[in-house]
């Protein structure tokens, strides 16, 4: 069961409060190893709902699982010139592969006889081995498209880490296509980025901004990386989900060719785009309060939780005799329920566990809701509760449980809306940057600009909106460094 010291709360230390939920709430824990984490059962539950939602999305667009090496050679990350740069300074390099017992007696060290020909590089990114695989795929268009997708993790050398939103080893997928033409792969990852942006808003109920990040921000490799930015509850930004047009770079740092239709060799076309356990962080911090996790219905492992109040097995056994035929038509129609008949807690307790753990609706019954024919409602998202008729409480439940889903995007939307504003002078921008929330600002859009205001206020072009945001509209102006032209506003706000 869950640790029910007093949560901080959020207006008395944001970053506190999420660290010490993501562990009393049995999410995550940190591990023996620096900088990485052990995901624990209720954690990983989250994630694996995560991963069915999206692989099913995935596979609606054609996509195929397969999986990758976990070691890359480190001959391969030095072909593509930017990519290697972009993750030199997060590689982890494998450089010997057998150990041997310390002459001294000091435990084990490394074999000096057993130094690898060529080092090896866990994985940062699995594009260039990819592209040497592809390489064996592909000679004709008849090849294309190749839409490989893998779940996998990861390891970038992270020195300061925290659990789900930055951690040196992370969970996540990754995407890797390969098309015949410039057209098919962009439209490709502009496709990819709708199914994040979907996934996002309507399973994680965070409403998000698509857009395409300016050149500093851009993916190391890429020609152009599409993402979407979804506004925490301290007011900073988080990047959700990117997906990257790659051109025809790792095709030509390959040399992975296809005889096209009119029987010429042509270089092919890339995509790549992921998401990853930083999703867990997004989730906690757009709806989760100072008592606990909120978890959207749509996301939560348990939708729904029955505690029955019993005295003596007999009670028990009537309530469940009851309540089993209501269960079981709400598990046909698709929803999660636990029963807890444990009688090692007691019912306030497994009520402040529950509620810690973000259960979308706790169902309580006793003996006296049996005799009258009711059963307590309470609801996670609004911390009320109501005693309700058992007639038609199957439909009640399900709409219930849509009405929470709605009710936690339409909180989160309410609060990028309320923090969401236009800045026209770099004076007012440098006061106004500090309370937080999306910056909507002219930029003259160059690298060197960009550079100085995130040196001067650590504020970053989170993204150049590919629509309007609600309540504004694109039109030119000036930069407010600058005073030269720009064509629209861009998205500013600090980041993690």
């Known amino acids: 069961m869950a640790n029910f010291q007093k949560l901080p709360?959020?207006?008395?230390?944001?970053?506190?409060?999420?660290?010490?939920?993501?562990?009393?709430?049995?999410?995550?824990?940190?591990?023996?190893?620096?900088?990485?984490?052990?995901?624990?059962?209720?954690?990983?539950?989250?994630?694996?709902?995560?991963?069915?939602?999206?692989?099913?999305?995935?596979?609606?667009?054609?996509?195929?699982?397969?999986?990758?090496?976990?070691?890359?050679?480190?001959?391969?990350?030095?072909?593509?010139?930017?990519?290697?740069?972009?993750?030199?300074?997060?590689?982890?390099?494998?450089?010997?592969?057998?150990l041997m017992n310390d002459p001294n007696g000091k435990g084990v060290v490394v074999d000096p006889n057993a130094k690898l020909e060529e080092e090896l590089i866990i994985r940062p990114t699995s594009e260039t081995i990819i592209w040497s695989t592809y390489k064996?795929?592909?000679?004709?268009?008849?090849?294309?498209?190749?839409?490989?997708?893998?779940?996998?993790?990861?390891?970038?050398?992270?020195?300061?880490?925290?659990?789900?939103?930055?951690?040196?080893?992370?969970?996540?997928q990754e995407g890797h296509t390969a098309h015949a033409t410039k057209e098919e792969a962009e439209a490709y990852a502009r496709r990819m980025l709708d199914v994040y942006a979907d996934f996002a808003e309507n399973v994680m109920a965070i409403p998000v901004v698509k857009g395409v990040k300016s050149p500093n921000e851009r993916f190391a490799g890429a020609l152009n990386t599409y993402c979407i930015e979804a506004m925490m509850q301290d007011g900073k930004a988080l990047q959700a989900g990117t997906s990257h047009f790659l051109g025809q770079n790792f095709a030509k740092s390959f040399d992975v060719q296809f005889l096209s239709k009119e029987n010429k060799y042509e270089y092919v076309w890339a995509t790549s785009w992921g998401v990853s356990t930083r999703l867990m962080g997004a989730l906690i911090m757009t709806h989760s309060d100072d008592n606990g996790l909120v978890l959207p219905p749509h996301l939560a492992p348990i939708q729904i939780v029955l505690v029955p109040i019993f005295k003596t097995?007999?009670?028990?056994?009537?309530?469940?005799?009851?309540?089993?035929?209501?269960?079981?038509k709400l598990q046909k129609a698709g929803v999660r329920i636990k029963v807890d008949?444990?009688?090692?807690?007691?019912?306030?307790?497994?009520?402040?566990?529950?509620?810690?753990?973000?259960?979308?609706?706790?169902?309580?019954?006793?003996?006296?809701?049996?005799?009258?024919?009711?059963?307590?409602?309470?609801?996670?998202?609004?911390?009320?509760?109501?005693?309700?008729?058992?007639?038609?409480?199957?439909?009640?439940?399900?709409?219930?449980?849509?009405?929470?889903?709605?009710?936690?995007?339409t909180k989160a939307l309410n609060y990028r809306i309320a923090n969401t504003r236009e800045c026209n002078s770099y004076e007012e921008f440098k006061e106004e940057i500090k309370k937080g929330g999306f910056l909507l600002c002219h930029w003259d859009g160059t690298p060197e600009t960009e550079e100085r205001i995130k040196e001067e206020t650590k504020a970053t072009i989170r993204c150049i909106p590919l629509e309007a945001l609600p309540g504004y509209k694109e039109e030119p102006g000036v930069c407010m460094v600058t005073g030269k032209p720009s064509p629209r506003r861009v998205v500013f706000a600090i980041a993690y």
């Open 313 to 328: 097995e007999e009670q028990l056994n009537a309530i469940l005799n009851r309540m089993n035929p209501i269960l079981e």
């Open 136 to 172: 064996n795929w592909i000679s004709s268009y008849r090849d294309l498209p190749i839409l490989c997708n893998q779940w996998c993790n990861v390891m970038r050398w992270e020195m300061r880490t925290r659990l789900f939103l930055r951690t040196a080893e992370f969970l996540w």
């Open 341 to 409: 008949t444990t009688d090692k807690y007691t019912p306030g307790y497994k009520f402040a566990d529950y509620e810690l753990k973000g259960v979308p609706v706790r169902l309580a019954m006793g003996g006296r809701d049996l005799e009258n024919g009711t059963i307590e409602v309470a609801r996670r998202d609004t911390l009320t509760k109501e005693t309700v008729s058992l007639d038609g409480i199957e439909e009640k439940l399900l709409s219930l449980l849509e009405e929470i889903q709605k009710n936690c995007y």
């Open 9 to 98: 709360s959020r207006a008395e230390d944001y970053s506190k409060w999420y660290n010490e939920l993501v562990v009393k709430a049995d999410l995550a824990e940190q591990s023996a190893v620096r900088g990485c984490m052990v995901i624990k059962p209720y954690g990983y539950a989250i994630w694996e709902t995560i991963q069915h939602e999206l692989d099913r999305r995935f596979k609606e667009q054609g996509v195929k699982n397969a999986y990758f090496p976990l070691l890359i050679p480190k001959s391969f990350l030095s072909r593509e010139a930017e990519h290697v740069e972009g993750f030199a300074k997060e590689c982890a390099v494998v450089t010997h592969h057998r």
